[in-house]
């Protein structure tokens, strides 16, 4: 049976499932999902039509699930998904999607969002994200899996975020983000590639050191970019990692693709 403390509010219709914990002070809106395990700590607040997965544990002063800061939003039957095993620590804001953005907004598994995090509508991440202490994403931004957003960094709206990106503290990310790159700066610039990331997740020696020589003609090269595209997309068609980066760049997007600066191209 779930663990409710007295102080809690349980709204009716809430769902909670077994082994759940919700300590003194939360509250936990009549359309809620709580999957096997949940824990709130306490002081929470999960409302609107959330659903949030098995295994995930939410600490004090979390607002998850309140309405999208966003003054087209009319009050739309939109979603909050999140996942299993998830830690969402102190001061957290996840918002549901809107009606201009596919009604929902989700949250995979396994992810790290440290104090003062922010996801907002209409936001699809994938697993393993982890977004430091103070970290902000605006709507509409696609984020995958095993993605690193720095303390206090901030992405403009319907930006995408490769998987394995590694985003520096402090940044100011105004365009997409390759997978596996890294990028740096106020108005943030790509610097090379996650390959730590990249070792530390047992990808083969072979793999990271062509993804690095796909990099450096891709952005240090002579030409235009959408011929050197063409040129890598060939020249490694077996290895997967490339076409990865490959197909990010080709599919199409509202904000560019961010490239290194003029005098900053070699790969780390």
Known sequence: MPKIHPTAIIEDGARLGADVQVGPYCHVGPQVELGDGVVLVSHVVVAGITVVGSGTRIYPFASIGHAPQDLKYRGEASRLEIGRNNVIREGVTMNPGTEGGGMLT????????????HVAHDCLLGNNVIMA??????GHIEVGDFAFVGGLAAVHQFCRIGPHAMIGGMCGVEQDVIPYGMVIGNRAHLTGLNLVGLNRR?????????LRAAYDQLFSGSGRLADRLEEVAAKYADTQLIQEVIAFIRKASKR?????????????
């Open 106 to 117: 989700r949250v995979g598994d396994g992810g790290l969002f440290m104090a003062g995090a």
């Open 133 to 138: 202490n103070n970290a902000t994403l605006a």
């Open 202 to 210: 047992g990808f083969e020696r072979d793999d990271p050191n062509k």
């Open 256 to 268: 560019g693709v961010c490239q290194p600066q003029a005098d900053g191209t070699a790969a780390t």
